[in-house]
Structure formats: structure tokens, C-alpha cells
């Protein structure tokens, strides 16, 4: 049968090849589940709404611990596994001990679809629908997500200590980070975008606001009023865990506003700001872009979470469907 044009492109929209070393990895589509467990999108938006009801900020959480579950051995729900005798999980890496949140709102999601659906979706595509679910439940843009990932038997401890972006990382490091999961200078700036909801430890900033890159000086990017701002919260000595947006306009609503930021002086992380006053030009334009208007960073960003969320997924006979998100089967 030959297929027409229009119907290639259908199946090429629903269907994304990963491609690593010329070997097929994977094979997702948005309809997966549409015969084994039609409700599923239904049942974590539902959940999630309640979620971020209850917590504005749960949204942010639940799309960064989606973010460091990809980054490291792809997006295949490691993140969520417990340290057992054998093993030593992603939990307590340093990118996310006393950091990471969310995981009883996974759990809860997760309860919900094996009540409806036992042993039929994965952890996996549950956490990738509901950091979608989040960007939308905060005001920003939807978008198909592509299903079938199975859960990983494994976690990586010193991946994610060694692959994820790290708040004092300079951009030439955040770039080599993403590429190195098959991620474009693009999707760096568009997916740092996820920082316009959200809140950061003091912990995570303070060298910038007391003694930056060892100088004995406040970063210099930041501007003055923003400077003093944030040392009022954060003091040069203890309060680690005290928290400030990372968006200091619009913290639980998600826009462009963080890119306005960026221009003004006023990004939160030293990695946000790099991609602005670094001397490598590569950010800017982007950075610019979206500040001057939320039609490209929404038109982008779904297009990079699709992108992200296909990093080495688990398909087919490999890895599981886990009953209990936390540990294997």
C-alpha cells in the first residue's frame, strides 16, 4: 500500500525514532496506551491538579524531578528508585538530596493508574505526563507526549553527580552537559525557561552574592537592588534552606518572565544568568527572543520537553512496569 503524504506525516508527528550509534533505541508514540488504559491522561491530570492546588510550587518540583530523572540513563524513572544493600540511588546524588520533591505526589499518581489500569504504565510515563501536566496547570503551553517507556532495574549515583547542570555551572559546561544527552544550545536556554516557576535554596546562590568565584565580591551581574534583595534572605552564614523564586516576578506562573530577568540582571541561579552575560553570544539572541515575547519560548519549549523525554527511554521487553515506583519488582 502506498502511503500518501499526509499520512506520513501523521505517523512521523506520533512517532519518534532515537537514533544512538546507529542503533534503534526506542519507539514512543502519544497513543500507546490508548487500548490498554485509555483513561491514563485523565487520571495524573486529575491527580495533578489536586496536587498543585493543594501547592503551587508542587508544580515545579514534579517538572524538575522529570528533568533529573532524563539526564540521567535517560527517562526511564531511576530517579524514583530507593538505595537497596546493592544498590546506591540517584535520592542522595548532590544535585538532589534535600532538594528533589514530589515523590509522594508520584506515588499518589502512580496508586491512581493501578487502580484503573494494574500493571499496565509505567512510573516512567506517568512522571513524563505529569510534568507536562504541571507546565499546563501553571498557565503554559500543552503538547502530545510520547509514551511507552518501560522502568529501569538500576539508578546511577555518580550520573547524576556527573551529568546534571549545576547551579554554579558556566555555560560552556551547561552546553557540553546538554549536548552530551543530544540536546542543542536551543533546548538549553528553551528548557532553562522551566526556572519561571519555582524556588531555589540559599544554599544554591550564595557564593554569588558574597564571595563570587573566590574574588571576595558579589557577582557583578547581578543588579544592585536584586543584590540586596536576596542578601536580606540570605544571609553569608547559615539559612541554607531558606528559599527565594527563581522567578522573582511570576513564581508560580509560568511565562517568559524569567527571561526578562535574565536581561535585567535579576536571574536567580548563577547558571540562569550565564546564558545572558556570558561572553559566549550563542544565548543571547534566544534569551532576547523570549524576553520580548511568549509566543516563541511556548511555541519551543513543548517541542524540547519532547526532545528531552526521548533521552534513552526503555521500550519493548527491556526494563519493567514497577507496581511501587520506589523499587523494582
Known amino acids: 500500500m502506498k502511503l500518501t503524504f499526509t ?5 512521523m508527528a506520533t512517532t519518534l525514532i532515537v537514533v544512538s550509534n546507529g542503533v534503534v533505541q526506542a519507539q514512543l ?4 496506551y490508548n487500548s490498554s488504559c485509555p483513561n491514563v491522561q485523565a487520571i495524573v491530570r486529575s491527580g495533578m491538579r489536586s496536587a498543585v492546588q493543594k501547592e ?3 508544580a515545579a518540583s514534579i517538572l524538575r524531578l522529570f528533568f533529573h530523572d532524563c539526564f540521567v540513563q535517560g527517562c526511564d524513572a531511576s530517579v524514583l528508585l530507593d538505595d537497596t544493600p546493592t544498590m546506591q540511588g540517584e535520592k542522595n546524588a548532590l544535585p538532589n538530596a534535600n532538594s528533589l520533591r514530589g515523590f509522594d505526589v508520584v506515588d499518589t499518581l502512580k496508586a491512581n493508574v493501578e487502580s484503573s489500569c494494574p500493571g499496565v504504565v509505567s512510573c516512567a510515563d506517568i512522571l513524563a505526563l505529569a510534568s507536562r501536566d504541571a507546565v499546563v496547570l501553571s498557565g503554559g503551553p500543552t503538547w502530545n507526549v510520547l509514551l511507552g517507556r518501560r522502568d529501569s532495574l538500576t539508578a546511577s549515583y555518580s550520573g547524576a553527580n556527573a551529568n ?10 551547561l552546553i557540553k552537559k546538554f549536548q552530551a544527552q543530544g540536546l542543542s544550545v536551543s533546548d538549553l536556554v528553551t528548557l532553562s525557561g522551566a526556572h519561571t516557576i519555582g524556588q531555589a535554596r540559599c544554599v544554591n ?4 552574592l558574597y564571595n563570587n568565584d573566590g574574588t571576595g565580591e558579589p557577582d557583578s551581574t547581578l543588579s544592585t537592588t536584586y543584590l ?17 523564586p527563581l522567578d522573582l516576578q511570576t513564581a508560580t506562573q509560568f511565562d517568559n518572565c524569567y527571561f526578562n ?5 535579576k536571574g536567580l541561579l548563577g547558571s540562569d544568568q550565564e546564558l545572558f552575560s556570558s561572553n559566549d553570544s550563542s544565548t543571547t539572541p534566544i534569551v532576547q527572543k523570549y524576553a520580548q515575547s511568549s509566543r516563541g519560548f511556548f511555541a519551543n519549549f513543548p517541542t524540547s520537553m519532547i526532545s528531552m523525554g526521548n533521552i534513552s527511554p526503555l521500550t519493548g521487553t527491556s526494563g519493567q512496569i514497577r507496581t511501587n ?3 523494582i519488582n
Do not use: E, K, Y
Not at 546534571?164 to 559546561?173: E, G, K, Q, R, V
Not at 546562590?205 to 554569588?208: K, L, Q
Not at 540586596?228 to 534552606?241: A, R
Open 56 to 58: 503551587a510550587r508542587m
Open 261 to 265: 530577568n535574565l536581561v535585567n540582571q
Open 205 to 208: 546562590f550564595r557564593a554569588r
Open 29 to 32: 508514540t502519544s497513543n500507546f
Open 228 to 244: 540586596q534583595q536576596l542578601q536580606s534572605n540570605c544571609p553569608s552564614n547559615g539559612s541554607d534552606d531558606n528559599l527565594a
Open 164 to 173: 546534571l547542570p549545576a547551579p554554579f555551572d558556566d555555560l560552556n559546561t
Open 325 to 327: 515506583c520506589h523499587a
Open 7 to 11: 499520512t506520513w506525516m501523521a505517523i
